[in-house]
T-cell receptor, first 113, second 111 residues
Framework: EPEVTQTPSHQVTQMGQEVILRCVPISNHLYFYWYRQILGQKVEFLVSFYNNEISEKSEIFDDQFSVERPDGSNFTLKIRSTKLEDSAMYFC???????????FGPGTRLLVL | SQQGEEDPQALSIQEGENATMNCSYKTSINNLQWYRQNSGRGLVHLILIRSNEREKHSGRLRVTLDTSKKSSSLLITASRAADTASYFCATDARRDDKIIFGKGTRLHILP
């Protein structure tokens, strides 16, 4: 069964460094999303992406964040200058159609020191 | 906010018993989904129910949706130790919108 994959599974970085989190959505899906979950808290929406542009973004998704679909398969989330409070699990999700289920990847656990 | 809120926050039951979790939301929705998350792991999609559906089954799972009360329930029958996890409901309202997660119910199945 096709699934969303994410790399790396874990990343440790120093405050102020740039990180890029990578996702490979399910191949025939057209809608892509990033969410994050701070430890012990609920899953929060960051950004949605369709037709090579951002559809919607949350207040969390400020100028330090960006997304890109550099080729036909990858979908990346970049954090330009990480802060301590960016430490969280980051989930990528995709779906074929807006009426269908969003399928989530296994997540990248980011720790900012 | 269309946020879903689960109830109870935590639930412990004996293996073999049924577990019922509830979710309430505030605005009109297109779909409501239930996800499972094992501790520190990814989100596993369990079931999607559309706003024009009232009940849906998948294996030992039964989901109901009452749009007049803006609520949903997830029933897990004949619970097993492997069902120990957090369960989240998530709602989406518009065609290209994000989904909004509730805080989840932590389910613990006792041996």
């Amino acid at each position: 069964e096709p699934e969303v994959t994410q790399t790396p599974s874990h990343q440790v970085t120093q405050m102020g460094q740039e990180v890029i989190l990578r996702c490979v959505p399910i191949s025939n899906h057209l809608y892509f999303y990033w969410y994050r979950q701070i430890l012990g808290q609920k899953v929060e929406f960051l950004v949605s992406f369709y037709n090579n542009e951002i559809s919607e973004k949350s207040e969390i998704f400020d100028d330090q964040f960006s997304v890109e679909r550099p080729d036909g398969s990858n979908f990346t989330l970049k954090i330009r200058s990480t802060k301590l409070e960016d430490s969280a699990m980051y989930f990528c999700a995709s779906r074929r159609d807006t009426r269908e289920t969003q399928y989530f990847g296994p997540g990248t656990r980011l720790l900012v020191l | 906010s269309q946020q879903g809120e689960e109830d109870p926050q935590a639930l412990s039951i004996q293996e073999g018993e049924n577990a019922t979790m509830n979710c309430s939301y505030k605005t009109s929705i297109n779909n409501l989904q239930w996800y499972r998350q094992n501790s520190g792991r990814g989100l596993v999609h369990l079931i999607l129910i559309r706003s024009n559906e009232r009940e849906k089954h998948s294996g030992r799972l039964r989901v109901t949706l009452d749009t007049s009360k803006k609520s949903s329930s997830l029933l897990i029958t004949a619970s097993r130790a492997a069902d120990t996890a957090s369960y989240f409901c998530a709602t989406d309202a518009r065609r290209d919108d994000k989904i909004i997660f509730g805080k989840g119910t932590r389910l613990h199945i006792l041996p």
